[in-house]
Structure formats: C-alpha cells, structure tokens
C-alpha cells in the first residue's frame, strides 16, 4: 500500500502561483511514477503532469505546459507540483496518483484525498 497526502491547495487570484505538494509513505518503491490530475465539478478527472521517481523525466498536458512545472524530492518521497500564471479555468480538485509513467487515470494505482484549487479572475 501506498499513502499519499497532498497539501498547498487554497485560494489565489488568476496570474498568481500556489505549490502543491505530496507526501508518499508506504511501499513507494512499487510506484515508477508519481502524477498529478485534477477534477472540476460536472467535468472528468483530467491529467495535469507526471514524473519518474528514478529519472526524474517529466510530461505535462498541454493546458499547462509553460505554468505548471512537476519536480520530486526522493529524499523526502514528496512531489511538487509548481503552479504559476493560474487561470479561472485551473480551479479544481488537484488529486496526487502513485503508479506507472503515464497520462491515463486508471493505470494509476494509488491516489491521495484531494486539495481544491480556486483560482478568481
């Protein structure tokens, strides 16, 4: 079993930033990649980014290519997810996934409680 907690969610206007991040605990080696996706009410869970615990390679969404910017501290078994120039349309649930490199929910294996994201214009 794998736990993760995210946290840094809150409430910024648009052209802000926030940082989220993720704290993994349990058997996190059985885990190659960590993701982060999003959910906003009446929509389907989207990908947002991904990250290689080994190699540190990286994929985001084309939504947030540019703003958004994944990184990993190994050491700590946390991930980040950098959100910078945020938009309205960026509000959202932000889940963190535990899995295999890759921008497809269901191949993800373990996901964490959620953090909202509210971004005003």
């Known amino acids: 079993q794998v736990q993760l907690v995210e946290s840094g969610g809150g409430l910024v206007q648009a052209g802000g930033s926030l940082r989220l991040s993720c704290a993994a605990s349990?058997?996190?080696?059985?885990?190659?990649?960590m993701g982060w996706f999003r959910q906003a009410p009446g929509k389907e869970r989207e990908f947002v980014a991904t990250?290689?615990?080994?190699?540190?390679?990286?994929y985001y969404a084309d939504s947030v290519k540019g703003r958004f910017t994944i990184s990993r501290d190994n050491a700590k078994n946390t991930v980040y997810l950098q959100m910078n120039s945020l938009k309205p349309e960026d509000t959202a649930v932000y889940y963190c996934?535990?899995?295999?490199?890759?921008?497809?929910?269901?191949?993800?294996?373990?996901w964490g409680q959620g953090t909202q994201v509210t971004v005003s214009s």
């Open positions: 996934a535990a899995g295999v490199f890759s921008g497809v929910p269901a191949i993800y294996d373990y």
């Open positions: 349990g058997r996190t080696f059985s885990s190659h990649a």
């Open positions: 990250i290689n615990w080994s190699y540190g390679s990286t």
